[in-house]
């Protein structure tokens, strides 16, 4: 005789929730917990379901939480079920593979329907975007890349390429490729200056390149974007990544001031 729990399981779906039609909780009474510990590691999930007198799902849910699982002889007495169903089961037979049978779509290369060939790609086609090796472009960084081969990840940054052609190698670990002009669409090789990391920040200082007024701005903003950030991590503690995938760092802030003041002067030359 199925278990009768002491509150049956009512489950409506998410949806009605907002018309205030959403079912009460339904919680699991202790002695359902001691029986379902007993019996499930030994029994089928919805044999059980049936003798507590709910759903699979919720049978699930709990044995998760209660770090339940199905007994070694209970798999291998189950695998052993399914072997022996596949053997009789008229339906399993008739739609498995048999020895010799030869798959319907053997020799046939891709589906072709009437039509499909006008939007087909043909041997030796090439996307509109395509350039040849050579061309140059400009990166989202702003930055200039030049296409070195055909295929995937061709396109390395020209000004490193102009210091490798020059010097036979890429500038060595710990090293930082600038541009004397700040520029970095002048690939120039004499416009090209290596730095170590620390002359590099020296040069990338608010202080040394930028008036007050910018510098105070900038500072007031990060402050800002922290506070921002703190309160949106407190009010959101279930998702740590959360200020990450909606704001942005506020490391961005000196690259973008600089990306606008090397626009500004870029149109004022």
């Known amino acids: 005789m199925p278990h009768e729990p002491d509150r049956a399981l009512q489950w409506v779906h998410p949806v009605t929730k907002s018309r205030g039609l959403r079912a009460p909780r339904v919680l699991w009474t202790e002695p359902e917990l001691e029986l379902l510990s007993e019996i499930f590691p030994h029994m089928h999930s919805q044999d059980v379901a049936a003798l507590l007198g709910c759903t699979v799902w919720r049978i699930n849910n709990a044995s998760h939480r209660l770090g339940l699982r199905k007994t070694n002889e209970y798999m291998a007495a189950d695998i052993e079920k399914r072997r022996a169903l596949a053997k009789t089961n008229p339906n399993m037979i008739a739609n498995r593979f048999h020895k010799g049978q030869v798959p319907p779509n053997k020799g046939v290369r891709g589906i072709s329907y009437p039509g499909m060939e ?27 890349d030049i296409k070195l081969a055909e295929g995937m990840f061709q396109w390395k940054q020209l000004h490193r390429e ?7 190698s890429y500038p060595p670990k710990g090293w930082v490729l600038a541009f004397k002009d700040r520029q970095p669409l002048n690939c120039r090789l004499d416009n090209l200056v290596l730095l170590t990391l620390k002359e590099n920040m020296l040069r990338n200082s608010l202080h040394n390149n930028y008036p007050p007024e ?6 007031l903003q990060a402050a800002l974007n922290h506070r921002i950030n703190n309160r949106l991590k407190k009010a959101h503690p ?16 000196v690259r973008d001031a600089k990306r606008a003041e090397r626009q500004n002067q870029s149109h004022g030359s």
Do not use: C
């Open 214 to 219: 910018l510098i105070e701005v900038v500072q």
């Open 118 to 144: 006008k939007t087909q790609f043909r041997k030796g086609d090439k996307p509109k975007n395509w350039k040849p090796v050579g061309s140059v472009r400009v990166n989202s960084d702003g930055y200039a």
């Open 162 to 168: 102009v210091w490798k052609e020059a010097h036979g």
């Open 238 to 253: 279930e998702d740590p990544n959360y200020v990450k995938k909606h704001r942005r760092s506020t490391k961005y802030l």
